[in-house]
């Protein structure tokens, strides 16, 4: 069983390679692209998702901005982290949509530690989610939910949904394409 | 205790005092007034009851006087008491007057006069005097009138002052002495001991040994007593704390493990290993903030202290049957860095104290696995190295150990160059030229190039280096920037490649058992020797001066080839054959070094495999019917070159004697020294009655030599259902074939169920042969 499914959007291929030697090596199963465009297609069965933040001729939030929306249609529960080296960039994480931010990308020894965190994150916030229901429906046990994020999430920042119109719309998954999803992430059942 | 003390306090031993000082202060106070008060009553009854005699008297006296209006005679009645000291005042009145008719006043004895405002006969004790007033009667029972005596209390007044003074003086002294006597006797007995028990608790709760003296038997000293004995046991549970504390702090200060203990709300609380100091840094670790220690200045980016912050939010509230689940989404591991470059890897592990359902603190456990991290890194980058080694072994072994000498001796050459160029610039004290730069970056630019291609890294990363280093020189040059006169680091970086080109010579060829064989060998063409060596056979042949028998040797066995290089590849083979049979075999290879004379290489190796194929399909049985017949279930196959009785070990020796008795030496007889091929297997062997009665059906003679030579006999052998029947496959009588065509013969023995044997052996004589 695989560790978690990573989907990682980067626009080098050595980084791409890197990270998904790293992330392979630790029993993760990663998908990687250099196209923005289509990326939303292995939303689906994806636990985290990496964005770049500066690539060439669009934005990571752009990008964030489509994904977020394809995922939100699609029923998937990715969580977005920006990819990025740039500390000061990596501290307006919210400010652009996204759930939490991997820092020093060059450095691989730093990556693994980080994307764990952020699954683990995931991973409690899920159950607190869960909790909640449950608790809703009359079970007692609970972990209850953690507390907010320190910093102000993007909803109505102006960065995403404004945006979204420059942004072409998630394509329909074609058989190819679920083939490759498929090949990639081997859906198992839960 | 402190939230006990009153805010106003009050000794015991006051109000003790007081009390006991009230009491008998009310008590002497009654006495007192009690006393005087009866004492003043004895002293006035007593002038009381003296006056109205007097007064009796008196007034008896008086009634013939006034029986008579006898005024005068009253007075000097009157006059008669004068003598009295004690009356200070009388007068008689008649019942016909309003005023005295006869007054006795005494001069300075304070009397008081005028008539008494009731006339009525009665004694009456006032406050400084007896008042008496008597009616006069006379014998016929009329009022003639009265009479009134007024008697100084004076005297009794200054008797009683007199007392009263010394009563109140007894009094107040008793009521001080008693006081003092019952606060005294109270203090020894109750006080002091509870202020010495108030003192001794007091100094128990310093935590000074404390107890104190009992001295009686009563409820104070049981109470002493039982102190004593509270101390003691207070005293004795806290020897044992503290040695059960020092025990934990020991195991704790003894553990590999940095522990410390957290609450609700992440601060640390209770004792810390010693460790943990060593960890997180001395100074008491007590209230620290654990997301501070283990993320210290995490940016509220870092999802790593973000992760644990929310752990830490919900560790605290969950129910204890969700702690797995819990512990497992927290954080195994932390890079703390400290100092650039510095890093203290910790592996961490997660306790819960459980109290009713709930956490009530989180143990954490920190190992520090730097140094078995960095065990494992320098492990896996000498694996790595270890690879890249095997790698240019292979790839040494590939090109060629003369090609690799060559390329290490190239390398020499242009670093020594190099050097050299540096040398004579820094002797000169002048920078490096530009065509110097030019020519070192040549040379190093040819030494990567070739380490590459031998996959040596560590000489492809240094030279990478340098040419950094000297493409950084060129540029300066062509902006006219002056060079820095001396080029040591570019030496010291030359000196390094030198090094590391040594040290892949001694591994690589001073320390490898071929490594002395390989130094004596040069490389020829195998086109070039044959060619020698035809030119050789043709002077042989050819009438004129004979050739020395030494140069045709020479020549033989500078041609000759090791027997390994035909075999080897049967070992790899071999199990995969096998396998495909349903079977199991392992082949061993014997005398791989023995040199054979070159044209029997390609021959031999096709021949060998023939043989071994043959034995693993037909020889060898299937593992199930080994066992039954009581051998290993893997069959083995043996094939070995053996010089034959009495050969000596020189390869070379062993060579030149096959040289000239194999193919060189035509119809030449076998010599003690020549060399044997022996193909051997442990399997079911040839059924040699099925064979003859075989060859009888189809009319072949059997040989003198016995029915197993049949196998060789291409009538028979390839024909198919023998091939099997026998246990043999076909194509023997070809392998024969080819070996007799360079003057090789084969021969087969066999024991039924033991296995068969191919002996492989140059020709003694006899069989006709096709020239080489």
Redesign the interface.
């Known amino acids: 069983m695989s560790e978690g499914r990573i989907l990682v959007i980067d626009d080098s291929e050595v980084v791409l390679a890197k990270v998904k030697a790293v992330l392979s090596q630790a029993g993760y199963e990663v998908q990687t692209t250099t196209q923005t465009v289509g990326a939303a297609r292995y939303l689906r069965a994806c636990d985290l998702a990496l964005v770049d933040f500066h690539m060439p001729g669009i934005d990571g939030a752009t990008v964030l901005a489509s994904l977020k929306g394809a995922a939100s249609t699609s029923g998937s529960s990715c969580a977005f982290?920006l990819f990025t080296s740039d500390?000061d960039l990596?501290?307006?994480?919210a400010s652009f949509g996204f759930d939490?931010?991997?820092?020093h990308k060059g450095d691989q020894?730093?990556l693994l530690?980080?994307v764990?965190?952020?699954l683990?994150?995931r991973?409690?916030?899920e159950?607190?989610r869960k909790n909640k229901v449950e608790s809703a429906s009359g079970d007692g046990?609970m972990?209850?939910a953690?507390?907010p994020?320190?910093?102000p999430t993007a909803t109505g920042s102006g960065v995403g949904p404004t945006r979204r119109t420059n942004f072409p719309p998630p394509r329909p998954v074609s058989d190819q394409d679920e083939e490759e999803l498929t090949a990639d992430f081997p859906r198992t059942p839960t | 205790m402190a939230g006990g003390v009153p805010s106003r306090f009050v000794s015991i031993g006051t109000k003790l005092s007081a009390f006991i000082f009230a009491l008998l202060a009310i008590v002497f106070a009654f006495v007192y007034f009690e006393s005087t008060e009866k004492a003043r009553q004895s002293l006035v009854d007593a002038k009381l009851s003296a006056g109205a005699m007097v007064a009796d008297i008196l007034a008896a006296s008086l009634e013939a006087a006034l029986d008579f209006n006898d005024n005068d005679a009253a007075q000097a009645e009157l006059n008669r008491i004068a003598g009295n000291a004690d009356v200070i005042y009388a007068a008689v009145w008649s019942a016909s007057a309003e005023t005295p008719i006869a007054v006795l006043l005494t001069e300075g004895r304070g009397a008081i006069t005028g008539m008494p405002a009731s006339r009525e006969a009665r004694t009456t004790a006032l406050e400084d005097r007896i008042e008496a007033v008597r009616s006069i009667v006379g014998p016929k029972g009329a009022k003639l009138g009265g009479v009134v005596v007024h008697f100084s209390l004076v005297r009794e007044n200054a008797v009683y002052e007199e007392r009263r003074r010394r009563l109140l003086l007894i009094s107040v002294g008793l009521t001080f002495a008693l006081s003092a006597l019952l606060i005294g006797l109270a203090r020894r007995i109750v006080l002091s001991p509870l202020m010495q028990l108030a003192e001794a608790a007091r100094r128990m709760e310093w935590g000074t040994a404390a107890s104190v003296t009992v001295n009686s038997d009563d409820e104070i000293g049981r109470l002493g007593g039982a102190f004593n004995a509270m101390a003691a046991a207070i005293v004795d549970r806290e020897r044992r704390l503290a040695s059960a504390r020092a025990n934990l702090q020991e195991v704790l200060d003894n553990m590999r493990q940095a522990i410390v203990v957290f609450g609700p709300g992440g601060r640390l609380e209770g004792a810390s290993s010693r460790q943990a100091a060593v960890i997180f840094g001395e100074g008491s670790l007590d209230g620290r903030s654990i997301q501070t220690l283990l993320y210290p200045d995490a940016l509220t980016c870092d999802t790593e202290a973000r992760a644990f912050e929310e752990w830490l939010a919900v560790a605290f509230d969950i129910h204890v049957d969700q702690w797995e689940e819990l512990a497992s989404l927290a954080p195994r591991e932390v890079v703390l860095r400290r100092e650039p470059g510095e890093e203290m890897v910790l592996s961490l592990e997660f306790r819960p104290f459980v109290e009713g359902d709930s956490i009530a603190r989180v143990m954490l456990l920190a190992t520090d696995e730097t140094d078995k991290r960095r065990l494992e890194r320098a492990v896996l980058s000498q694996e790595k190295k270890h690879a890249q080694q095997m790698a240019a072994m292979r790839r040494l072994v590939a090109s060629g150990a003369q090609l690799f000498l060559s390329f290490l001796g190239g390398v020499k050459d242009r670093l020594a160059r190099s050097k050299a160029l540096i040398d004579s610039a820094n002797r000169a004290s002048r920078p490096l030229s530009a065509l110097e730069v030019d020519e070192i970056f040549q040379n190093v630019h040819t030494i990567k190039g070739e380490a590459r291609a031998f996959e040596m890294r560590d000489l492809e990363a240094e030279a990478a280096a340098i040419e950094e280093r000297l493409a950084e020189m060129r540029s300066m040059q062509r902006e006219g920037k002056p060079l820095k006169s001396a080029a040591f680091d570019l030496q010291t970086r030359l000196d390094h490649a030198d090094e590391v080109v040594t040290n892949a010579r001694r591994m690589f060829v001073d320390a490898s058992p071929i490594g002395a064989a390989v130094l004596d060998q040069v490389s020829v063409s195998q086109t070039a020797l044959l060619k020698v060596r035809e030119i050789v056979l043709a002077g042989r042949g050819a009438k004129g001066p004979a050739l020395p028998e030494e140069l045709v040797e020479a020549v033989a066995t500078l041609a000759s080839r090791p027997f390994g290089e035909s075999a080897a590849q049967l070992v790899e083979a071999v199990p995969g054959w096998a396998v495909a049979k349903g079977k199991q075999a392992e082949i061993e290879l014997e005398g791989r070094e023995v040199l054979l004379p070159q044209e029997l290489s390609p021959v031999l190796r096709g021949a060998l495999t023939h043989l071994v194929r043959n034995a693993v399909a037909h020889g060898i049985e299937r593992p199930d019917e080994r066992e039954r017949l009581g051998k290993p279930e893997v069959g083995k196959i043996r094939v070995r070159c053996v010089v034959s009785e009495g050969a000596s070990t020189g390869a070379t020796a062993m060579a030149r004697r096959v040289g000239g008795a194999g193919a060189l030496g035509g119809a030449g007889t076998l010599r003690s020294e020549d060399p044997v091929i022996i193909v051997e297997d442990d399997g079911r062997g040839l059924d040699l009655d099925l064979i003859r009665a075989r060859a009888e059906d189809l009319g072949i003679p059997v040989p003198e030599r016995g029915p197993a030579e049949l196998v060789f006999n291409s009538e028979l052998s390839t024909a198919d259902s023998v091939s099997d029947i026998a246990g043999r496959g076909v194509g023997l009588a070809a392998v024969r074939a080819e070996l007799l065509s360079i003057g090789w013969e084969i021969s087969v023995s066999s024991e039924r169920g033991k296995g068969a044997r191919f002996t492989l052996s140059p020709r003694r004589s006899g069989l006709p042969t096709k020239a080489a």
Not at chain 1, 90 to 93: F, L, N, V
Not at chain 1, 100 to 103: K, L, R, S
């Open positions: 982290y500390t990596a501290i307006k994480y939490g931010a991997i820092m020894d730093q530690p980080q764990r965190a952020a683990r994150m991973r409690m916030r159950i607190a046990r972990i209850p953690p507390p994020s320190p910093l």
